[in-house]
């Protein structure tokens, strides 16, 4: 079974800083996609941005970007020139591509709070 | 429509009474997810369906759960003999289902908030 660990419950940063979240994971499988998702006060969940294991390039989505290390299996979000719509609950979630499991498994989240 | 809809967004239940939440996937999506999320955690994964087909309920936590899509479109989450611990937000996702990234991204629709008293 996969596990995802985010070791930070709570980030508070100032408006237009950057910002990192941190996101470690155990598999024994080689084939699975890595998701952040964001869950604002509202409890919809959005998804931030997406990284394929095989890809060694890092994604990047505007002010979004990940540091992806698969040796390590670390997957980090790094938010640039952050803003107060940034202020929300994300989730680092494992979706296993190979047939395993068919759900994503989430960490506990952090929570990101952006300063004015 | 242009997203996933869950109804109702609230519900209360006594301890003891069955319940049933709704979720409508976004249209032509073939693959359906069920997430139970407790105060303060992350979503745990409970079922999974792949049109009518339930290919996986390894997460749900009893007996009492019971999930259907019969028609592959419109799920229903059934919950019976309600407990206190039931008490979490109730997520529906739906994705593409097909080959590639792009598939395996799930659209999460508001949730269903239920409390047991």
């Known amino acids: 079974a996969q596990t995802v660990t985010q070791s930070q419950p709570e980030m508070s940063v100032q408006e237009a800083e950057t910002v990192t979240l941190s996101c470690t994971y155990d598999t024994s499988e080689s084939n699975y996609y890595l998701f952040w998702y964001k869950q604002p006060p509202s409890r919809q969940m959005i998804l931030v941005i997406r990284q394929e294991a095989y890809k060694q390039q890092n994604a990047t989505e505007n002010r979004f970007s990940v540091n992806f290390q698969k040796a390590a299996k670390s997957f980090s979000l790094k938010i640039s020139d952050s803003q107060l719509g940034d202020t929300a609950m994300y989730f680092c979630a494992f979706f296993d591509s190979g047939g395993g499991a068919d759900g994503l498994t989430f960490g506990k989240g952090t929570h990101l709070i952006i300063q004015p | 429509g242009a997203g996933v809809s869950q109804s109702p967004r609230y519900k209360v239940a006594k301890r003891g009474q069955d319940v049933a939440l709704r979720c409508d996937p976004i249209s032509g999506h073939v693959s359906l997810f069920w997430y139970q999320q407790a105060l303060g955690q992350g979503p745990e994964f409970l079922t999974y369906?792949?049109?009518?087909?339930?290919?996986?309920k390894s997460g749900l936590p009893s007996d009492r759960f019971f999930a259907e899509r019969p028609e592959g479109s419109v799920s229903t989450l059934k919950i019976q003999r309600t407990q206190q611990e039931d008490s979490a937000v109730y997520l529906c996702a739906s994705s593409l289902g097909l080959a590639g990234i792009s598939s395996y991204e799930q659209y999460f629709g508001p949730g269903t908030r239920l409390t047991v008293t």
């Open positions: 369906f792949q049109n009518e087909a339930q290919l996986d």
